[in-house]
């Protein structure tokens, strides 16, 4: 089956976070039972989402694993001008959410696989399809944990986001958290009885903004863009009215670290502000109150490595001599690197068009990874 046949039916299942992805894993197992392709599921815990992993060619180490995500974000609010889960042809391109990001790698990947399986490779193909990777990555640690486990160790992994299939060597990281500040409400004439989260919140977030100007002002890694650290409070909830101590407050923020500090730092600094200078302060009158952050997403950066196997071999391929490249999105890619898996990104389309109405893909983007696959079957087949 021809990848756009392939792209046509992954488009058509609506795989947004918010649902299963357990409809697009059965297409792909589909493809890979038809040519004899041994593979596993690795489900989450509610059993309603999985990891996928195969592999084509013997059982010995020094393959290339080839990875993508099979989630999208999701199509509500945006001004599509035509159905998202419809594959849609128009002037070379493919329109339909996901065909970017990255369904369109999927399908390209699931179309090479009868030529994979006919070559006579000599190290193997192996091939991680994760869940959840719109949401920070959720997926992929389970993915690469169950790869190191199952299966002989490769030499290198190409992650299949879209660079317009330009290698990408490095990509900052993203940490996502939700802090929640507790009061006690009252009355607005006797705040002295209460305990207002509002204004401890507050604190918060202005130590949050100070964090971002002392980090973008320290230029750490110029290869990036911008070539520091970023935070960003995105979101401040709380209050009732203009009467009433407000007693709830809720804040989310992210950092985004160049992978040079792609760590917990700056959420221990939060933690020890909020703890040792907030809640004092909140708790002053009342003796009522509590400053809660939880991790909502983590996604690994990933480092550039000079001269690294990965970057040697998806040059090699391309004919690729340029720059090395960073781009400021995240991807799974730095969960496979922390395992000690030389890891780069390199797929088809622009992340211009990811995540936007009438998302397309160009058809010669899909045929230029179609090739890209080919040089791979090739060198594997060689040894």
């Not at 006797?190 to 903004?209: K, M």
């Not at 200078?277 to 690994?300: C, F, K, M, Q, S």
Request: aromatic share 4%; net charge negative; glycine share 10%.
């Amino acid at each position: 089956m021809g990848y756009r046949r392939l792209l046509e039916r992954l488009v058509a299942i609506d795989t947004t976070s918010a649902h299963t992805n357990l409809p697009l894993l059965a297409v792909v197992e589909e493809v890979l039972d038809a040519h004899g392709v041994p593979h596993e599921r690795v489900p989450d815990a509610t059993g309603t989402k999985a990891n996928l992993l195969a592999r084509i060619g013997p059982e010995v180490e020094g393959g290339v694993v080839v990875s993508g995500h099979t989630d999208c974000v999701p199509v509500e609010g945006q001004p599509w001008t035509r159905d998202p889960f419809t594959l849609h042809a128009a002037g070379g391109r493919l329109h339909g959410r996901g065909t970017t990001d990255m369904k369109g790698f999927l399908a390209v990947l699931l179309a090479a696989v009868p030529r994979f399986v006919a070559a006579d490779l000599r190290r193997p193909l192996l091939l991680a399809l994760t869940y959840d990777e719109e949401i920070g990555t959720v997926g992929a640690p389970t993915a690469v944990g169950r790869l190191l486990a199952s299966q002989p160790r490769p030499t290198a992994v190409l992650i299949g986001e879209p660079t317009g299939m330009e290698v990408v060597s490095g990509h900052k990281g993203i940490r996502a958290f939700t802090t929640v500040v507790e009061g006690l409400d009252g009355h607005s004439s006797q705040p002295q009885r209460a305990a207002n989260a509002v204004a401890a919140a507050a604190r918060i977030a202005t130590h949050l903004d100070d964090l971002a100007t002392e980090h973008l002002t320290a230029a750490v890694d110029p290869r990036f863009d911008p070539p520091a650290t970023t935070v960003n409070l995105a979101t401040v909830r709380g209050g009732q009215a203009i009467n009433i101590v407000p007693r709830r407050c809720e804040l989310t923020w992210e950092y985004r670290p160049v992978p040079a500090d792609d760590s917990f730092a700056i959420r221990d600094e939060v933690d020890r502000f909020a703890q040792q200078v907030v809640l004092p302060r909140l708790r002053a009158h009342t003796g009522v109150g509590r400053i809660e952050t939880r991790t909502d997403a983590v996604a690994r950066a990933l480092a550039i490595e000079p001269n690294g196997v990965a970057e040697r071999l998806a040059r090699s391929l391309l004919g690729d001599d340029g720059p090395v490249r960073t781009v400021p999105f995240g991807t799974d890619g730095g969960h496979f690197q922390a395992a000690g898996l030389s890891t780069v990104v390199v797929g088809p389309g622009r992340i211009e068009q990811a995540h936007t109405p009438d998302e397309w893909v160009e058809e010669a983007q899909l045929e230029a990874c179609d090739a890209f696959l080919d040089g791979l079957r090739d060198h594997l087949a060689s040894g």
